[in-house]
Structures are given as structure tokens and as C-alpha cells.
């Protein structure tokens, strides 16, 4: 199915999302450390991932994505690495979070 | 040495001197591998699965060939550093932002 790894990413990404909006976790607290803590890596991860495409490091199984391209990359690839950071980062303030209630 | 074995451990040593250029001493905190014990399983799930489709495919000639259930070791430095990334620079403008607050009131 084209849509699979977009749903792969829609999955992960599902519950960090609805949780990071809660408010004892005050996830948003400073909304410019979201982007600070993604664009950097995002960046750099972007272009290694177009070097490591084009050298043949890895490729995309053409039967589980869109097809959508952008910068030589499928769409889902750019996703993840705002996806995959963001759940990440969620996760850190949720271990910080009962870290601090024990 | 393969070219993505060889990347992937170059991205975690930045990361590493990320961390002590910044001093926010993540290595040296118990939380930060807490952390990583946590999101050790969750990478092992989505990788897991992208590797086992197999979403993404691998060029044989540019990894070691050793793979943890499908997922090529290299993987987990690349998600490593890219995920020590996010979090210096989190916890470094935390910081930041904590102690402009502090200033301010």
C-alpha cells in the first residue's frame, strides 16, 4: 500500500502528539526551543540522507510511499525527521517528568 | 571501512563534543539513559518495521552487513545522534530561556 509508511509515521506520531499538549507537562512552554531542538538536526540529517540516497546507502521501497518528492527525497523521509525528533523530545519530557515526581 | 558505518559513527562522535561544547553534560546524567532505555524499544519498533517491510532498503556494499532483527546497526548510531541532537539542543535553550525568565523577573 502506497500509504504505508505515511501511516507508519501518522502511528508514531499520533499519541506524543495529543499528549504533548497537556498541561502539566508544559511542553510548549517555550515554543522556540521546539524549533531550535528540530531545525539544526533536521537540516544536517536532510542533506546526509540526499548523499546517502544518491550513493545508493539506501533506498525507498516504491510500493509504500506517495510517490511525492521533495529535494530528491519522498515526502515521508522529510517527515520523519521532524517526526521521529519530535516524538523524541516528548518522550525526554515525559522520563523528565516522573523523574521529577520520584 | 563502509561509508555508512563510517558516517554514522563520525555523527555520533558529534554528537558527543555537541554535548560537552554546549555543557549540558547529558552523558554523565542518569536521566539521559533512562531516556535511552525508553526509546531504545521505541526505535526498535518503527525501525523494526521500516526494515522489515521492507520500507527502506539497504545497499549491501555500504554497511557492515550486521543487523539486529532487520535493522542494520549503523541505524542505531544514525538514531542516536540524530535523536542526541535534539535533546542538547533542547536542553540547551531550556536552560537559556530558564535563566532569561530568572533575569527578567
Known amino acids: 500500500m502506497k500509504a504505508e509508511y505515511f ?13 504533548s499538549l497537556s498541561r502539566e507537562l508544559d511542553f510548549y512552554k517555550y515554543p522556540l526551543r521546539l524549533f531550535f531542538a528540530l531545525a ?7 542533506i546526509w540522507d540526499v548523499f546517502a540516497a544518491s550513493r545508493g546507502h539506501w533506498s525507498f521501497n ?3 510511499i506517495s510517490g511525492l518528492k521533495v529535494i530528491s527525497l519522498p515526502v ?14 516528548f518522550t525526554w519530557e515525559v522520563v523528565k517528568y516522573f523523574m521529577r515526581k520520584n | 571501512m563502509k561509508e555508512y558505518t563510517l558516517l ?12 560537552f ?12 539513559w533512562i531516556f535511552w532505555a525508553v526509546m531504545f524499544v521505541l526505535i526498535f519498533i518503527v525501525n523494526g518495521y521500516l526494515t522489515w517491510r521492507p520500507i527502506v532498503i539497504y545497499g ?13 546497526v549503523e541505524d542505531f548510531l544514525f538514531g542516536f545522534s540524530l535523536i542526541t541532537f535534539n535533546i542538547t539542543l533542547w536542553e540547551y535553550f531550556t536552560n537559556k530561556m530558564k535563566e532569561k525568565e530568572h533575569i527578567v523577573n
Not at chain 1, 8 to 16: G, K, Q
Not at chain 2, 21 to 32: E, G, P, Q, V
Request: charged fraction near 15%; aromatic fraction near 20%.
Open chain 1, 7 to 19: 501511516f507508519v509515521l501518522v502511528i508514531a506520531f499520533a499519541v506524543p502528539f495529543i499528549k
Open chain 1, 40 to 46: 539544526p538536526p533536521f537540516a544536517v540529517f536532510i
Open chain 1, 62 to 64: 516504491e510500493k509504500y
Open chain 1, 76 to 89: 515521508e523521509e522529510i517527515l520523519f525527521f521532524l517526526v521521529i525528533p519530535f516524538c523524541a523530545l
Open chain 2, 8 to 19: 554514522s559513527i563520525v555523527s555520533v562522535l558529534l554528537a558527543i563534543a555537541l554535548d
Open chain 2, 21 to 32: 561544547a554546549l555543557k549540558t553534560k547529558l552523558f554523565f546524567s542518569k536521566k539521559f
Open chain 2, 60 to 72: 549491501e556494499s555500504f554497511y557492515s552487513g550486521i543487523r539486529i532483527f532487520t535493522i542494520p
